[in-house]
């Protein structure tokens, strides 16, 4: 079983990143909200990948009827934990294949999470999905960064992260170039030990989007750099991107 097969278990990330998520992701989602609720427009929405509710708990706070697709009962436990949680209805399961029932006026995946999805099959599976329960005038929205391989050079990076007296921790990448995947190891050292946080993507490039979109029977109607609409451009280091039903 490769690393790729490990991590890209759905359950994989919460093992991982659940205990100290909301520590670490400092992530103001305000702006995603401002953009995402107008295009709700008070219907049904759904968060595939809802983690711990950074987006959607916000989003329901403005009276947006949001519930959630999600990987890890771990992450989702943390959402349900908290004010406002236990009305977010979460169904555990794959994102890829979106396993809902109904439409929704709006799906939306953020914070680069379609390239959890490790395998470029799974990630066009995903858009086919999405078009089966996107309403006809619906939306999906989808947040990512755009790649530069040429942060790798020959495959491999390592980052140093920080240091201070308790502790160091350094972050090493070994990408497959051909793949367009990598798996990372943040590693932390600290008096007591070293500690390990995997994780992987297949990163994708926006016009590969855009196709995977298009065989799904979606079409790409909005890009901007960022969620408070910045033109898209050429040097432009992330997306929002809005699809909708042909
Ligand atoms: C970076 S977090 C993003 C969480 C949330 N959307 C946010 O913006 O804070 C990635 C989330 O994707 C979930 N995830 C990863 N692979 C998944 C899959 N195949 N199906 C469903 N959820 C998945 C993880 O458990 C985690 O909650």
Same mark, same amino acid.
């Given at each position: 079983?490769?690393?790729?097969?490990?991590?890209?278990?759905?359950?994989?990330?919460?093992?991982?990143?659940?205990?100290?998520?909301?520590?670490?992701?400092?992530?103001?989602?305000?702006?995603?909200?401002?953009?995402?609720?107008?295009?709700?427009?008070?219907?049904?929405?759904?968060?595939?990948?809802?983690?711990?509710?950074?987006?959607?708990?916000?989003?329901?706070?403005?009276?947006?009827?949001?519930?959630?697709?999600?990987?890890?009962?771990?992450?989702?436990?943390?959402?349900?934990?908290?004010?406002?949680?236990? $009305?977010?209805?979460?169904?555990?399961?794959?994102?890829?294949?979106?396993?809902?029932?109904?439409?929704?006026?709006?799906?939306?995946?953020?914070? $680069?999470?379609?390239? $959890?999805?490790?395998?470029?099959?799974?990630?066009?599976?995903?858009?086919? $999905?999405?078009?089966?329960?996107?309403?006809?005038?619906?939306?999906?929205?989808?947040?990512?960064?755009?790649?530069?391989?040429?942060?790798?050079?020959?495959?491999?990076?390592?980052?140093?992260?920080?240091?201070?007296?308790?502790?160091?921790?350094?972050?090493?990448?070994?990408?497959?170039?051909?793949?367009?995947?990598?798996?990372?190891?943040?590693?932390?050292?600290?008096?007591?030990?070293?500690?390990?946080?995997?994780?992987?993507?297949?990163?994708?490039?926006?016009?590969?989007?855009?196709?995977?979109?298009?065989?799904?029977?979606?079409?790409?109607?909005?890009?901007?750099?960022?969620?408070?609409?910045?033109?898209?451009?050429?040097?432009?280091?992330?997306?929002?991107?809005?699809?909708?039903?042909?």
């Amino acid at each position: 079983m490769s690393s790729y097969d490990v991590i890209g278990d759905p359950a994989f990330f919460g093992k991982v990143w659940a205990e100290d998520y909301d520590d670490g992701t400092e992530l103001d989602p305000t702006p995603a909200v401002d953009f995402l609720a107008p295009m709700a427009g008070g219907r049904r929405t759904l968060e595939l990948a809802i983690g711990t509710g950074r987006v959607a708990l916000p989003l329901a706070a403005r009276g947006v009827p949001v519930e959630g697709v999600e990987g890890s009962e771990l992450m989702a436990a943390k959402l349900a934990a908290k004010p406002g949680g236990a $009305n977010v209805p979460v169904t555990i399961g794959d994102m890829a294949d979106v396993p809902v029932t109904g439409r929704f006026a709006l799906v939306y995946l953020v914070f $680069n999470t379609i390239f $959890n999805l490790v395998d470029a099959r799974r990630q066009a599976d995903c858009f086919a $999905n999405v078009a089966r329960v996107l309403e006809p005038d619906g939306a999906f929205v989808i947040e990512t960064y755009v790649p530069d391989p040429s942060q790798f050079p020959g495959g491999k990076r390592v980052q140093a992260l920080w240091a201070d007296v308790e502790s160091a921790a350094i972050e090493v990448y070994d990408v497959d170039l051909a793949a367009q995947r990598f798996v990372s190891q943040k590693i932390i050292f600290t008096a007591d030990g070293i500690r390990l946080k995997p994780h992987a993507q297949r990163y994708t490039y926006p016009g590969e989007l855009d196709l995977m979109a298009e065989r799904a029977g979606l079409h790409l109607t909005e890009r901007h750099e960022s969620w408070t609409r910045r033109p898209f451009t050429g040097a432009s280091k992330g997306h929002i991107s809005v699809y909708r039903p042909m």
